[in-house]
Nanobody, 124 residues
Framework: QAQLVESGGGLVQSGGSLRLSCAASGLTFSSYVMGWFRQAPGKEREFVAAITRSGGSTDYADSVKDRFTISRDNAKNTVYLQMNSQKPEDTAVYYC?????????????????WGQGAQVTVSS
């Protein structure tokens, strides 16, 4: 069955960088729009970024624009989230997810597959 596995989370100081990876298996990776969401303690899960099947277009939440970069390698069935200039408010569990519908990329219910999440903690 389809599986998404995140890695690369951890603890980083404010202003630092981390790169998350999400490895996909059991699905035709290049057929899916891939997204990243995050959920902070006591808050709802929110959209972070998404990338088209080819990687030619991306979309970002305003809160991470110009700091985070989403990319993908279809040969490796992997999507990445490079996080720079991190802030304490970036602390959350980060989830990768896959959907077939670019138009609904910011909507959680549009996603068919989800990873288990990776904890990112940014200390001040």
């Amino acid at each position: 069955q389809a599986q998404l596995v995140e890695s690369g989370g951890g603890l980083v100081q404010s202003g630092g960088s981390l790169r998350l990876s999400c490895a996909a298996s059991g699905l035709t990776f290049s057929s899916y729009v891939m997204g990243w969401f995050r959920q902070a303690p006591g808050k709802e899960r929110e959209f972070v970024a998404a990338i088209t099947r080819s990687g030619g277009s991306t979309d970002y939440a305003d809160s991470v624009k110009d700091r985070f970069t989403i990319s993908r390698d279809n040969a490796k069935n992997t999507v990445y989230l490079q996080m720079n200039s991190q802030k304490p408010e970036d602390t959350a569990v980060y989830y990768c997810a896959g959907t077939r519908v670019w138009a609904d990329r910011r909507t959680m219910r549009a996603y068919d597959y989800w990873g288990q999440g990776a904890q990112v903690t940014v200390s001040s």
